[in-house]
T-cell receptor, first 112, second 113 residues
Framework: DAKTTQPNSMESNEEEPVHLPCNHSTISGTDYIHWYRQLPSQGPEYVIHGLTSNVNNRMASLAIAEDRKSSTLILHRATLRDAAVYYC?????????????FGTGTRLTIIP | DAGVIQSPRHEVTEMGQEVTLRCKPISGHDYLFWYRQTMMRGLELLIYFNNNVPIDDSGMPEDRFSAKMPNASFSTLKIQPSEPRDSAVYFC???????????FGNGTRLTVT
């Protein structure tokens, strides 16, 4: 599986935008970039995913570099409820590659 | 939609006892995954099923672990005999299709003394 590299931890102020980076220099052409987050005492939660183009949904935006070797998850206005561990995962979405392999993620702390 | 339901939420047992964890996936989802989370090893995939059939059990630690999915709405993960190193949070997840996001339950926290 292609690997991702994320900072162990980040801090951000409440109501400010947050940019969570992810490096994936060995990404293959069929790998989608997925982001999940895990709030305290809960299971992981899907946030967003994309292949080449930037993506937006109600939770966040995903900005993907032109060479696809890095990406950034953007929380436009952080709240205290966004404090969580954020996982960047590469997933080949071909049939037979259903596994989702989690790394260590980035622990995001929101400062009131 | 009730989401993925796991039971029990907490389980405390003594070493050597049998433990059974249960999972009800989201109705209509074809895939079911069992994960284990510890501080040391993070989130590890143990096994996953497609249409009730086990597809990949390479993450199951050893023969003491077994998982079944007798029908589309129920799965169990059994540990027999349990050991203190099995203490972890066990998550079940389901997804609608091979390229769909996973939906996780709230987990079962297992403590083996």
């Amino acid at each position: 599986d292609a690997k991702t590299t994320q900072p162990n931890s980040m801090e951000s102020n409440e109501e400010e935008p947050v940019h969570l980076p992810c490096n994936h220099s060995t990404i293959s052409g069929t790998d989608y970039i997925h982001w999940y987050r895990q709030l305290p005492s809960q299971g992981p939660e899907y946030v967003i995913h994309g292949l080449t183009s930037n993506v937006n949904n109600r939770m966040a935006s995903l900005a993907i570099a032109e060479d696809r070797k890095s990406s950034t998850l953007i929380l436009h206005r952080a709240t205290l409820r966004d404090a969580a561990v954020y996982y960047c995962i590469l997933r080949d979405e071909g049939f037979g590659n259903e596994k989702l392999t989690f790394g260590t993620g980035t622990r995001l702390t929101i400062i009131p | 939609d009730a989401g993925v339901i796991q039971s029990p939420r907490h389980e405390v047992t003594e070493m050597g006892q049998e433990v059974t964890l249960r999972c009800k996936p989201i109705s209509g989802h074809d895939y079911l995954f069992w994960y284990r989370q510890t501080m040391m090893r993070g989130l590890e995939l143990l096994i996953y099923f497609n249409n009730n059939v086990p597809i990949d059990d390479s993450g199951m630690p050893e023969d003491r672990f077994s998982a079944k999915m007798p029908n589309a709405s129920f799965s169990t993960l059994k540990i027999q005999p349990s050991e203190p190193r099995d203490s972890a949070v066990y998550f079940c997840a389901s997804s609608a299709a091979y390229n769909s996001p996973l939906h996780f339950g709230n987990g079962t926290r297992l403590t083996v003394t």
